[in-house]
C-alpha cells in the first residue's frame, strides 16, 4: 500500500470547521454535508475541511486530542508502556500531516505539535522493531500487537512479510520434510 | 518433477544457487568426461578423483538410486563455520561465505548429510540473530550510500533490506509532501530517451 492510500483513508475522518459562508447541504456518495451557515461550526471530511481552507473560506478547529498536554501525556506514558498504548486517532500522522501543512495558522503551537507527533511516532516505530525483533528471535508462529496504526503498519510492511517467508523456508527445512524433487 | 514452494522456475537467484559448486569424490568411473577435471590429464574420470560440481549436476549423480558420486559438504557448511557462526552470527561476511549462502544450504539438504539437521538449525538462528540489524539499517539508513551496509549480507538478506528500504523511502516521499507532485512515469521517460536515440541513430 502507497502511504498516498493510506492517506486517503484518513481523509474520512470528520474534523471540525467553521465556514465563513453560508451554503445548503451538499448532496454526495459519501454522504450529506451541510448545511454551512457562517460563524456556525461543522464536521466535515478532512478533505473537504483542507479543500475550503485552501479557498480559505473556513477555519478549521484542531481535534480535541491534538492538545499539547494530552500528547506530552500520551508520549509518557507510550514511553513508560512496554506494549502499544491506544492512540487518540487511528490516522494521527495523517491528519497532523495534513493539517499543519494546510492550516498551520489555525493550530496553537504548531511546530510544537510536529515535534511531539514526530515523537510519538518515532517511540512506537522503536517500540514495533524491537517487538518484531523479539518475535522473529522466538519460535513463536504468530504475535499480537495491540493499537497499531494502518500507517505504522504500512511502513513495515513488505520488509516483515519477506523476513517472514524467508524464515519459513529455513524453518521447514528443520522439520526434516526433504521431498523428493527429482527424477 | 515436483518442486518445493520456495523453488522458482524462472527465478534468476534460485538458478544462480544451483549453480553453486559442492565438492564431490567419484565413485564409480565415468568414462571420456576426463576432461571435466583439468588437473588429469586421463580420458576418464576414476573412482577416488576430488572434483568440483555445481549443484544442479551433484543432485543428479548422487541419490539414493544413483551413486556415481559422493558428496562433501562445501567447508563454510562445516562444524567449524557454523560454530563461528553461532558465536556472533552479525560479524560474519555471509556474501563471501557464498552470495546464496541460505538457499545453497537449503538444497544441500536435499543429500540428507548426518549434519543435516543441524545445518538447518544453524541457518534459522544465523538468520534470527542477524535479523535486527538487517532491519534497523534498513530502516535509518535514508540518503546514503548503502553499499557498506550490504556488503556482508547474503542475497535473500539484500533483497529484505531493499524492501526495507522501500518502505522507507516511501514513508519519508509522503512525509516531505513528494507523493502529490506529479511526476513523469519513469516508462514514459525512458520511451523518449529510446526514441532519442533512434532519431540520432537515423541522422548518422
Known amino acids: 500500500m502507497d502511504p498516498a492510500e493510506v492517506e486517503f483513508l484518513a481523509e474520512k475522518e470528520l474534523i471540525t470547521v467553521v465556514p465563513k459562508f453560508s451554503f445548503d447541504r451538499i448532496y454526495l456518495i459519501g454522504g450529506d454535508i451541510g448545511p454551512f451557515s457562517a460563524g456556525l461550526p461543522i464536521d466535515v471530511p478532512l478533505w473537504l475541511a483542507v479543500n475550503l481552507k485552501q479557498r480559505q473560506k473556513c477555519r478549521i478547529r484542531p481535534p480535541e486530542w491534538m492538545d499539547r498536554e494530552k500528547l506530552q501525556g500520551k508520549k509518557q506514558e507510550e514511553m513508560d508502556s512496554k506494549f502499544f498504548i491506544e492512540m487518540p486517532n487511528q490516522h494521527y500522522m495523517e491528519i497532523t500531516q495534513l493539517l499543519l501543512k494546510y492550516a498551520p495558522d489555525d493550530i496553537p503551537h504548531a511546530d510544537e505539535m510536529r515535534t511531539l507527533i514526530k515523537d510519538l511516532w518515532d517511540l512506537r516505530m522503536a517500540k514495533l522493531r524491537s517487538s518484531i525483533d523479539t518475535f522473529v528471535r522466538s519460535d513463536a508462529t504468530h504475535a499480537k500487537l495491540n493499537h497499531l496504526t494502518l500507517m505504522e503498519l504500512n511502513t513495515v510492511r513488505l520488509f516483515l512479510t519477506n523476513s517472514l517467508d524467508q524464515l519459513y523456508v529455513l524453518r521447514s527445512n528443520l522439520s526434516g520434510k526433504v521431498q523428493a524433487t527429482q527424477e | ?204
Open chain 2, 1 to 204: 518433477m515436483t518442486m518445493k514452494a520456495s523453488e522458482n522456475y524462472f527465478d534468476i537467484d534460485d538458478i544462480l544457487a544451483s549453480n553453486e559448486r559442492i565438492p564431490c569424490r567419484v565413485e564409480l568411473p565415468i568414462y571420456r568426461l576426463g576432461y571435466l577435471d583439468s588437473s588429469h590429464e586421463s580420458e576418464h574420470l576414476l573412482p577416488g578423483t576430488k572434483i568440483e560440481f555445481p549443484y544442479w549436476l551433484g543432485r543428479a549423480v548422487c541419490s539414493r538410486r544413483r551413486h556415481i558420486v559422493r558428496v562433501d559438504l562445501p567447508k563454510q557448511y562445516r562444524e567449524g563455520y557454523r560454530e563461528i557462526l553461532s558465536a556472533d552470527a552479525t560479524v560474519v561476511d555471509l556474501h563471501k561465505l557464498g552470495p546464496y549462502y541460505y538457499s545453497f544450504g537449503t538444497k544441500l539438504l536435499h543429500f540428507e548429510h548426518v549434519a543435516s539437521a543441524d545445518i538447518a538449525k544453524s541457518m534459522v538462528k544465523t538468520f534470527q540473530t542477524r535479523f535486527r540489524k538487517i532491519m534497523d539499517s534498513s530502516q535509518n539508513a535514508y540518503n546514503e550510500d548503502t553499499s557498506k551496509l550490504t556488503e556482508k549480507l547474503d542475497e535473500a538478506e539484500r533483497s529484505l533490506f531493499r524492501s526495507g528500504q522501500f518502505g522507507l523511502h516511501d514513508f519519508q516521499r509522503w512525509e516531505t509532501r513528494k507523493t502529490e507532485k506529479l511526476t513523469t512515469s519513469n516508462m514514459v521517460r525512458n520511451h523518449q530517451k529510446r526514441k532519442r536515440n533512434v532519431m540520432d541513430s537515423n541522422v548518422d
